[in-house]
């Protein structure tokens, strides 16, 4: 079965993306290798909002060779947008408006690469509350936002979690893997 | 100079508590060693709201006997209340409530161990805008909890942080230590 994995960068602060969508704050380091995580997933997942704001981004010159390749890589995969009103005229995305959790168990369990959990907070919290979520690996970065949108919103359970992996990273990020206990 | 030290558990979603002040979910296992920084610092820094939840506080006999020892070592300390209004009918308590930057600067001049600023999240703010924490130790605790009192709370410029030590417990608690990078 292909894994669901959450995988952002977030703030100190628990944010990922300032009050006005700033993601200069992101450090986008060799090191970290996120292409080989790119690699390993051919599908992403997206709420419509997230969809209409990096769906089809396109960093501009001023953006390190790092974030260039990683949104090159990005628009090669398939796109799945959560939606009830969205229609999206391109034939690499896929718009999903009703029963979320039979579609994209449907989605798991058709042969393929791992599947990528892009975002916004409200898509997070619907697969948080559907169970849906194999995997979470968030890249810590050493700073604190202040304000901002946040990973985790209006969540109303607890989720214990397992720590599965630590990775620390010289630009003093720290990447935190964890599986849902449920899924261990 | 004694060091200002911010050293909180936190939830992956980064609160400090539960909506109810619950903290049953921090961890305290032999293998953190938080003795060893009890026995670093003399002195704890409470807000008011803080100070009268967790200033004399005595677990139950249900509690863990580490988190015993833990509240048993916390108040052999030194403690400091910031308010503008409380009296504190104690002797190891000192009130601060006016000229807080000029008081704390005072207070890490003297000689003496390393100071723990315990919180909450209105004094961690009011520290970090006077610039005043040599040190944030956070331990991430392998869980969502949803809702709660976030350890971070209106902040109003970013906080650049430089990583100085990761340690990863069997548990499933990550410490990270950083230094603003203006005290580096």
């Given at each position: 079965m292909r894994k669901i994995i959450l995988d952002l960068a977030v703030t100190l602060d628990g944010f990922i993306e300032g009050p006005n969508g700033e993601i200069d704050w992101c450090i986008m380091d060799d090191e970290m290798d996120f292409s080989k995580f790119l690699a390993a997933i051919d599908t992403i997942l997206y709420g419509r909002i997230s969809y209409d704001l990096w769906g089809q981004y396109q960093p501009d010159d001023s953006a390190s060779p790092a974030m260039q390749d990683t949104f090159t890589a990005i628009h090669t995969k398939h796109k799945v947008v959560f939606s009830k009103t969205a229609t999206v005229k391109d034939e690499n995305v896929r718009v999903i408006s009703t029963d979320i959790e039979k579609q994209v168990q449907s989605l798991k369990s058709q042969p393929g690469k791992d599947i990528w959990l892009y975002g916004g907070a409200n898509l997070i919290t619907t697969f948080i509350d559907l169970n849906l979520i194999d995997e979470y690996r968030l890249s810590v970065?050493?700073?604190?936002?202040?304000?901002g949108k946040p990973i985790?919103?209006?969540?109303d359970r607890r989720i214990n979690l397992s720590l599965t992996q630590t990775r620390v990273f010289k630009s003093g990020v720290v990447q935190l893997c964890y599986q849902p206990q449920n899924n261990v």
């Open positions: 970065h050493p700073i604190v936002l202040g304000k985790f919103d209006n969540i």
